[in-house]
């Protein structure tokens, strides 16, 4: 199975974040058992899905869920061009 | 003077329909027009092009906008493009438009533009037929950018907008192995062919905000990750122009 593969599984993970959540930022790191995921998505519920992606592949794994939610936030300050 | 407000990849979805229209309230008073660097939408479908153009319409400033990769992705470019426009989003795909902004004409040419790396460590017109089309596609748009740009020549102000960045300075924090789909030197050299005041791009997601083209010409990645608030505002007077 090239899941057990570290690095295919990394790319199969990112793979599907594309198809299913359309998340094409989202950075996939193995450590042993472990999966990082980091990056930033728009919602709390992105950031469930995308967890949940990973999970649902990477199965005997532990997940570290290091999505960030943007914040949008109030626009402030300028920059002058001159 | 005129103020630019800049944003890219607002990603809407049905869940954060209206969450970003809130934070357009007020930007008349900021602002004399507001750029979309592309991926208004997550799916590229007509639905969220729909939310996209409910979040922009009569915002009380003229909105100007190009496509982003997101916006291609279920092949409904054309009807996102039609959405927008009836919403009253001026719709770029390697045109321009003059926008009028209390008497100074603000010229603005862009459209999504396409990747293919930077000098030197570039895709090459050459081999196989799915190459050349990936590298042909960048160079046809580069073209129609440069043209464009040209073609502005009675505005006060000229500023690029693409969603494919022009420089490599604003992909700081990509992975350098990924630079080749996130932008093209070719872009660069079209905006450097003109007296272009302003680049914008969005796209690179863990990007910077601030860089500059070969010839001079500064270039802003806005995309919401990068600059982090609603939009970014960019003071450009006529003799505003190469660093």
Known sequence: MSEDVPQYLAAHIHDRLADEADELGIRVDIRGDLVYLRGEVATPQQRQRVEAIARDIATGRRIRNEVHVVAVLEPEGEETLS | MISVAAVGDLHV??????????????????????LVAGDLTRHGTVAEGRIAADELRDIGVPVVTVLGNHDYHSGAELEIAEVLRDAGVTVLEGNGTVVHCD?????????????????????????????????????????????????????????????????????????????????????????????????????????????????????????????????????????????
Not at chain 2, 18 to 33: E, Q, S, V
Not at chain 2, 153 to 175: F, N, Q
Not at chain 2, 195 to 224: F, Q, S, Y
């Open chain 2, 13 to 34: 979805g049905s869940d954060v329909r209206g969450h970003y229209r809130k934070h357009l309230t007020g930007i008349a008073d900021r602002a004399d027009l507001l």
């Open chain 2, 103 to 243: 008497g100074t004409r603000v010229g603005v040419a862009g459209g999504k533009g396409f990747g293919g790396g930077f000098a030197g460590r570039c895709a090459s017109d050459f081999g196989e037929p799915e190459m050349k089309a990936f590298v042909g596609y960048t160079k046809s748009f580069a073209a129609r950018l440069r043209h464009s740009l040209r073609s502005l020549d009675d505005a006060d102000v000229r500023i690029s907008l693409t969603h494919y960045s022009p420089v490599k300075d604003t992909l700081a924090g990509e992975p350098p192995e990924i630079y080749p789909f996130l932008g093209s030197y070719l872009l660069a050299e079209a905006i450097d062919e003109s007296d272009v005041a302003l680049a914008v791009h969005g796209h690179a997601h863990k990007g910077t905000e601030k860089g500059v083209t070969p010839g001079g010409v500064r270039v802003r990645n806005v995309a919401l990750p990068v600059i982090q608030q609603a939009y970014a505002v960019y003071r450009l007077s006529e003799a505003s122009g190469r660093r």
